[in-house]
């Protein structure tokens, strides 16, 4: 299996290669919040890369057969939207079973939360594209635990560095997988010149300001 470091670099050169990750240090772009960034991650636009998505979700694999709990798992579990095509490559992958959590109770039907399969104290990994102040993931994890899911891990493409090795939330706690992060991000963007020393000391002075710790 490749390095931790070495996954995280050649994912970050990645998602700078497709344009996932964006830089504008002059006119930042808006977040959901509001706040404006220097920088931006869209990690759907993987997706549309087959090349470059097929050598991500190998990583993945390599990370999650690296685990102790590798063996146990049951289920992959995505959580709407961006979670769900990562849920499914990995789970085609592992030839294991998948499900995907709505953000809200369909209102018609099934009236479900959880769509597919899921039985009770089976072990799941939860899968979303990235994980900023991981309020979102909270509710997925709760949909979880509701079905009385043992939850082995969560697991994402790209982590904003708030969190490091453990999401620990609201009184939710479990252990935090992941590729890359910004501290990769921004190392190989200064490396190939995309971020000026100038534009690069702005951007980690707004991600620390932003929580992110790495």
């Known amino acids: 299996m490749p390095s931790k470091n070495s ?16 830089f504008n240090i002059d006119e930042p772009f808006k977040l959901t919040s509001g706040k404006k960034s220097p920088v931006y991650c869209d990690c759907r636009k993987i997706i549309s890369f087959p090349y470059e998505r097929k ?23 995505g ?12 789970s085609s992958k592992l030839d294991l079973s998948m499900v995907y959590i709505r ?3 369909k209102k018609f039907g099934g009236k479900k939360k959880i769509e597919g399969l899921l039985k009770k104290n089976q072990k799941v990994i939860l899968v979303e594209d990235l994980i900023t102040d991981g309020g979102s993931k909270v509710d997925f994890i ?7 899911s043992k ?19 609201s009184g939710l706690r479990t252990k935090l997988l992941y ?16 971020l000026t020393s100038n534009s690069y000391n702005k951007v980690k002075s707004f991600l620390k300001d932003f929580g992110v710790k790495n």
């Not at 050598?55 to 579990?77: G, H, M, P, S, Y």
């Not at 709760?142 to 009385?148: G, N, R, T, W």
């Not at 939850?151 to 939330?169: A, D, P, Q, S």
């Open 79 to 90: 959580g709407e939207t961006a979670g769900i095509p990562f849920a499914s490559f990995i």
């Open 151 to 169: 939850i082995l891990c969560m697991f994402v493409i790209f982590n904003y560095g708030i969190f490091n090795t453990m999401f620990n939330l």
């Open 179 to 194: 590729l890359t992060s910004w501290k990769e991000v921004l190392v190989v963007a200064k490396k190939k010149k995309i």
């Open 7 to 22: 996954i995280a670099t050649k994912t970050a050169e990645i998602l700078i290669e497709i344009e996932a990750v964006k």
């Open 142 to 148: 709760k949909s979880l635990l509701d079905e009385k």
């Open 103 to 105: 953000k809200e109770t």
């Open 55 to 77: 050598i991500l979700i190998k990583f993945a694999i390599e990370i999650l057969k690296n685990q102790k709990f590798f063996k146990n798992i049951d289920v992959i579990a």
